[in-house]
């Protein structure tokens, strides 16, 4: 077995870059890279290398700026409404189209709207003009020799236009960075192979990079697949150096005895980082070899798209001759307590939307594999080195990756997880371009609690009241006492017990979770489905501690049944459309009211007339009804307010 590589230090973010910068410039691999000719019409997005100078004037003669007749001005003097003029068509005056050069000893034009003609090759006018009115002059846009373009500037769609005009068919500009992209593992294979064995990972991390690179500007290459083999990774390393102008190995970055990326810097060049103090990103490779970048990212999606953002974007920037171009920052308020590990900085990624008068981000999920989180998220929150987090309703600062514009169409929804939130997410999205529903599941009471902190729009509830059989009233003026809210309907569901494939172990009620050797999932404390689970199995004197698992929690019914599905759990209990959507068995027990909490000054909002639109909708209601085990009958209906 080869020797496991081990970090070599784990260092600050900022050292990180130093080292970085300082290595490759002493290499001259910072340096703005070499010109080139291109065709105007590929030179979109690129960086001028010199400055560009008209080779002609715009326009490059005197044109009639309008639809008329040409004329000498002093041959109008004196005319007026009731002293005409009249001119003598071809000797006085000639008609012009707009364009048209202004014929020789003319140095004006009358729109044709404003002559009268009389039908005997003389035209009357009813007033004078001035020198050169309505005639654009040579050179009124460029006179040759004027700079168009300076260097060293993004070349924009009217930039082409002005150049075109100016007599430029190419223009000199900065050669495109040229970035490898080598993913690695025995365990990738290409998209869209089906069916996908177990231990199999499809290769989309490459995807993303190449997309990364393409938007800072360079031109990326996704190599083949390398396995994990020394010999060969090393290789293929080194042909790659010898190409391009940056190489990226994709994961192998770690400590693992299959992670050989640092191990080959080191043998190629100069291994300058390896493990930096930041989350989600730790084990990252930095060194120089060929006297070129060489850039050993993590292979967990989250990891690998954040350092790419932290070094290579403005290693690409630099090479362009660019700055790296800031994100625009916001400052909010953090709906969720946030432990952070001491020693490093970590990226949190949150979703954004404006309640009130506050801007409110909702942590995602901060696993490094999850790239759900970035597709969702609307910022990034930074929790330096050192703070042990952030608490609940804590401003932070937040960097932008989405327009605040569309970030005040956000529907804050926070409370219990429900696949028709899914579905009215994406109706909202389609009725209403650009808004969206955040939803944060952290359960039913969770979700009135961040109601009572105003930092929802909107709450997904189903907290049965044991006393009276009632969900939710007695939940909401508890926690939400004095705050004036309407209870809206969504869904009666199915709750039940969800099960592998043909129920191997013949599992039908609540009792059988406590079958020696049944492994369990459950919801997380909080959740509608916990409170019912606790309720029922109180009532059938099963006590949790004979219930084998029931400590392990999750937070969605589709996690739940992800669990099922992947033989981490005997079963779980959970809706039938979880159950469905995984393919699993279902043996329903009880039926339940999901409703959605909405304060008074939120519902009556233009930011929830869509919602409120879309679940009065029939043809909405029939896709939540499709998803099975809902009744759908009284969506939209407001069954109590305060």
């Known amino acids: 077995m080869p020797a496991r590589e081990i970090y070599l230090e784990d260092i600050p973010l900022e050292d990180a870059l130093s080292k970085f910068w300082s290595a490759l410039g002493t290499a001259g691999a910072l340096a703005p890279l070499p010109s080139e000719e291109v065709a105007i019409d590929a030179a979109l997005g690129r960086v001028t290398t010199e400055p560009v100078f008209a080779r002609l004037s715009v326009p490059h003669y005197h044109a009639a700026a309008m639809d008329g007749i040409a004329v000498r001005a002093d041959d109008t003097l004196g005319a007026t409404e009731t002293n005409p003029v009249q001119l003598q068509v071809e000797t006085q005056a000639i008609w012009v189209d707009t364009g048209d050069p202004l014929p020789h000893d003319t140095n004006a034009v009358i729109m044709a709207e404003h002559v009268q003609d009389l039908g005997d090759g003389r035209l009357e006018i009813l007033s004078a003009v001035a020198p050169w009115q309505h005639v654009r002059s040579m050179g009124e846009d460029l006179v040759a020799t004027e700079l168009v373009l300076p260097e060293n500037h993004v ?78 990774l090393l290789e293929r390393v080194k042909t790659a150096l010898d190409a391009y102008d940056v190489v990226i190995v994709n994961a192998g970055s770690s400590a693992g005895s299959e992670d050989y990326t640092a191990g080959i810097v080191r043998k190629l060049g100069e291994l300058l980082v390896h493990g930096v103090a930041i989350r989600p990103g730790h084990p990252l490779v930095l060194g120089v070899a060929h006297k070129k970048p060489l850039i050993g990212l993590p292979g967990y999606p989250v990891s690998s798209i954040l350092t790419s953002e932290l070094f290579l974007k403005p290693l690409l920037y630099r090479l362009q001759g660019l700055p790296t171009p800031p994100r625009a920052t916001t400052t909010a308020v953090i709906t969720r307590k946030l432990l952070s590990p001491m020693g490093e900085e970590e990226y949190v990624r949150v979703k954004l939307g404006q309640v009130a008068d506050r801007l409110v981000a909702a942590p995602l999920s901060r696993g490094a594999g999850v790239i759900m989180s970035m597709v969702r998220a609307d910022g990034l929150v930074r929790i330096p080195r050192f703070s042990e987090g952030v608490h609940a309703g804590g401003e932070v600062d937040v960097e932008l990756l989405l327009g605040m514009h569309d970030i005040r169409k956000t529907v804050v929804c926070i409370g219990s997880h429900d696949l028709a939130l899914d579905l009215l997410s994406n109706a909202l999205a389609r009725r209403t371009h650009g808004a969206s529903l955040a939803s944060a599941n952290v359960g039913s009471l969770g979700g009135l609690l961040a109601l009572a902190r105003g930092e929802a729009h909107l709450a997904g509830s189903h907290l049965l009241d044991e006393d009276t059989g009632e969900y939710n009233v007695s939940y909401i003026q508890r926690y939400l006492a004095g705050v004036r809210v309407v209870l809206v309907h969504l869904a009666g569901r199915v709750q039940g017990l969800i099960l592998p494939k043909g129920n191997p172990r013949s599992l039908i009620s609540l009792e059988d979770l406590a079958q020696p050797g049944v492994q369990f999932v459950n919801r997380q404390r909080g959740s509608g489905t916990r409170v019912l689970l606790d309720y029922k199995l109180r009532a059938l004197n099963v006590t949790p501690d004979l219930i084998r698992g029931y400590e392990r929690e999750q937070y969605t019914h589709l996690a739940v049944a992800a669990d099922v599905a992947g033989g981490a759990a005997d079963v779980g209990l959970g809706i039938l459309a979880a159950a469905r959507a995984l393919d699993l068995d279902f043996v329903p027990l009880f039926n339940e009211q999901y409703q959605l909490v909405i304060p008074r000054s939120h519902y009556e909002s233009p930011v929830l007339s869509p919602v409120l639109a879309i679940i009065a909708d029939p043809g909405f209601q029939s896709e939540v009804d499709a998803l099975g085990g809902y009744d759908v009958a009284d969506m939209g209906k407001v069954v109590w307010e305060s």
Do not use: K, M, Y
Not at 168 to 193: D, K, N, Y
């Open 155 to 232: 070349l924009s769609a009217v930039d082409l236009g002005a150049a075109t005009a100016a007599g430029h068919t190419c223009l000199a500009v900065r050669r495109r960075p040229t970035v490898a992209i080598l993913p690695t593992g025995s365990e990738l294979v290409e998209g869209g192979q089906t069916p996908l064995p177990a231990g199999a990972i499809v290769d989309f991390n490459s995807v993303v990079l190449a997309g990364q690179v393409r938007e800072w500007g360079g031109a990326p290459t996704r190599l083949p697949i390398t396995p994990d083999d020394r010999g060969l």
